[in-house]
Every structure is written in C-alpha cells, then in structure tokens.
C-alpha cells in the first residue's frame, strides 16, 4: 500500500489564484481529513468526511471547500488564495470502526506559498 | 471545543537522558490521546497512545501517562537516541463523537545530542 498520498509537493499562488490539493488514500478508509500546520503550531483541522458524498467543516474552514466523491480521494479546494493561507497542508485518514487503535495515517504534506 | 496546551515548545537533551513533554487539555470528555512524532518534511507518524481507561502505557523507550482528573498526560522517552529528534505532538479526541478528529498541541522540538 502506498498509504496517503497528496500532490503537489509544493506550490507557489499569487494572491487570488485558486488551486486543488490532491488527496489519495488506497487503505479504503472511511475516515479522511485535511490540516494545515502553520510555522511553529499544531496542526489544525479545515475539513473533514466520514465516507463518500459526506463533509464537513472543522476549525479553520473559510476560504477553503472540499467534495467526497469516491473513498479513494479528497481534494481541497482553495479559490481565492491569500497570504494567509501560507501554510503545509496535510492530508490523513483512519477506518471508521472504534478499537484499540484510533490511529490517523498522515500524508506528506503539500508546502503552499501565496505572494 | 476542545484546547490542547503543549510544554515546552523545545527541549535540548544529551544522549541517553529521559525527555519528558507534558501537555495539558480542557474537554473533560476527550476520551483518546495520541502522541505522533514529526520528521522533517514528513507527515507525522503516531509513536504511542492511550485511552481514558488506562493510567500509563509503555512501548519500549517510551511511555504515556495520563491524569483524567486533572486533564494533563505527558509522554516519557528515556534513554534518549539521536533518531528521537523530531517535533512531538500530542493531541486528544473524543472517540464518541462522530467525525473523531483530532485536536492538536503546538508542538515541542526535541534535540538529543550525541
């Protein structure tokens, strides 16, 4: 299995472009969520699905959207990129079914810079 | 929600001595506490975890611990290797609920020197 998988790796926006952060997982998890993990901080939560046709927002949603078609895959959208979306975004899932582990598999991570 | 507080934000330690990172939360229905381990350029990676049923976990070189009634856990790696630097996240959860993300510290830099 390759796991989490996000492309690009990196990526530079000029303010008010918009781009799509890939997510792929091949776990067939139900569960996937995206983070962005500003300099120096946690990671914080922007949205999430329980499984396909199904999302929802986390923390830090605005300014971002996302779409659940398959179980595979989770992009994000960003449609008017501003400087305050620099940040590494992350991508992670996890089965749905409670158990000794709750454990979330994390992608690479996507390095966005918006001038 | 729930708010993780995370101490301390870098640490510095010498090879072969314990790291202790303390991390405190406020949802006293947070039920599930993970610690994962950051890499440079990688994602992070769970290293250890512990539900709200159990006092300590042990794994090796590293160990959790968890206080319910005061809402702190802390994570404990003795003998400490130049490999065990990285940035160590904690964070909780609360399995009851249904998109069960998790809420994350801020981070601590661990530097073990050889």
């Known amino acids: 299995n390759a796991g989490v998988t996000q492309t690009p790796k990196f990526r530079i926006l000029k303010i008010g472009q918009s781009m799509t952060l890939q997510c792929t997982q091949d776990m067939n998890h139900n569960y996937m969520y995206w983070y962005r993990q500003d300099p120096g901080m946690g990671l914080k939560l922007i949205y999430y699905s329980v499984g396909a046709g199904i999302t929802d927002k986390g923390e830090v949603p605005n300014g971002y959207n996302v779409s659940r078609s398959t179980t595979e895959d989770f992009p994000l959208r960003l449609e008017l990129a501003a400087p305050s979306q620099t940040s590494v975004y992350f991508c992670?899932?996890?089965?749905?079914?409670?158990?000794?582990?709750?454990?979330?598999?994390f992608g690479p991570g996507t390095r966005l810079t918006v001038l | 929600g729930e708010n993780v507080e995370q101490h301390p934000s870098t640490l510095s330690v010498q090879e072969g001595d314990s790291a202790v990172i303390k991390c405190t939360y406020s949802d006293s229905a947070s039920n599930y506490f993970p610690w994962y381990k950051q890499e440079l350029g990688k994602g992070p990676q769970l290293i250890i975890d512990?539900?709200?049923?159990?006092g300590e976990k042990k794994d090796q070189r590293i160990a959790v611990t968890l206080n319910k009634t005061a809402k702190h856990f802390s994570l404990h790696i003795t003998e400490t290797q130049p490999e065990d630097s990285a940035v160590y996240f904690c964070a909780a959860s609360n399995r009851g609920t249904g998109r069960r993300a998790l809420t994350f510290g801020s981070g601590t830099r661990l530097q073990v020197q050889p």
């Open positions: 512990i539900r709200s049923n159990v």
């Open positions: 992670a899932s996890r089965l749905p079914v409670a158990g000794e582990r709750n454990e979330q598999f």
